[in-house]
């Protein structure tokens, strides 16, 4: 057992940080990688492999995929979030998100917030498929540690994030194509939205966010 302040506690600490730098440097970022069609096959999971959209109905296909994907993402959020607060345990710094969000590229807010989810979560409220594909990648390296296993599981909450991203453009994109042959009040409720406002805002926000179809920060990065 490492006790908290002591020299074993500290070169404790000061070996998670190195094997997350030597991991990061040995694997080129992370074990778990993937790219901008990666992204895209993710959100096909959701839609059944369809990828064009056009009728009023499709749209209402559209917003459970999207809804699916956003569930999904939250599992691995909790995920990370979970290993995340194991990692803040183990380099003892319980009152500060500081040192883990600087080492996983993040910020205090996300670590902080993950943690919360996880921790108000059942333990099959933290899993699934690709959870455990990760999982299992992260107990096979010569050097793991909860550091490296949040990082890992970084990763891969990203990529559905970035699924979740698409799925939404494609959402907003199809709701902007269908007005004026639509009602409105149609098309807002195909989209999930309650309100005629609450729709006009959903399209302002991602217009401003993410921008219209052949943006650039339509593409997701990885390391962005």
């Known amino acids: 057992m490492t006790v908290p302040g002591s020299e074993m506690g500290l070169k404790l600490n000061s070996a998670w940080i190195d094997d997350l730098r030597w991991h990061r440097d040995q694997y080129g970022q992370s074990r778990f990688q993937w790219t901008s069609s990666d992204a895209l096959l993710a959100a096909t999971e959701f839609t059944r492999g369809r990828q064009s959209f056009t009728t009023l109905s499709e749209l209402r296909e559209l917003s459970q995929a999207r809804r699916s994907a956003a569930a999904y993402a939250t599992v691995c959020q909790r995920a990370f979030g979970e290993a995340a607060r194991h990692a803040r345990r183990g380099l003892e710094t319980t009152t500060s998100w500081s040192a883990v969000a600087r080492e996983l590229d993040t910020t205090v807010v996300t670590c902080s917030a993950s943690s919360h989810f996880s921790i108000w ?104």
């Open 121 to 224: 979560s059942q333990a099959h409220e933290r899993t699934n498929p690709q959870v455990a594909r990760v999982q299992k990648i992260v107990d096979g390296l010569y050097f793991s540690n909860p550091l490296i296993r949040a990082w890992e599981l970084k990763q891969l909450w990203d990529l559905y994030a970035a699924a979740e991203d698409i799925l939404e453009d494609t959402l907003i994109d199809l709701a902007v194509e269908l007005d004026g042959f639509r009602r409105a009040d149609d098309i807002a409720q195909a989209a999930d939205v309650r309100t005629l406002a609450g729709l006009g805002h959903r399209i302002k926000s991602q217009r401003a966010q993410r921008g219209a179809i052949g943006d650039p920060r339509r593409t997701p990065h990885q390391y962005s």
